[in-house]
């Protein structure tokens, strides 16, 4: 069964690693078209085109949580 989930990504994910509030799985396109629409969210945001440029995309979450993992298995 294909994972629902696939290719979707949180709206907004703050950059200072905190969770927003009110959050929505949305696509790469939603989120490209809420930028060039100003959504208020988008300044704060890891996809926003500025801060990706700068820092690169960020890491899947399962991604971060495992590497997480990881690193306090190896302390």
């Known amino acids: 069964m294909a994972n629902e989930d696939s290719g979707l990504q949180m709206?907004?994910?703050p950059?200072?690693?905190h969770h927003a509030?009110?959050?929505h799985k949305i696509t790469s396109g939603q989120c490209q078209d809420r930028q060039r629409g100003?959504?208020?969210?988008?300044w704060t945001c890891q996809y926003n085109n500025a801060w990706v440029a700068k820092h690169g995309r960020?890491?899947?979450?399962d991604a971060a949580a495992k590497e997480s993992a990881e690193q306090t298995a190896g302390q």
């Open 15 to 17: 950059v200072d690693g």
């Open 58 to 61: 960020p890491a899947p979450r």
């Open 21 to 23: 509030l009110f959050a």
């Open 38 to 42: 100003s959504y208020h969210k988008c």
């Open 11 to 13: 709206c907004p994910t």
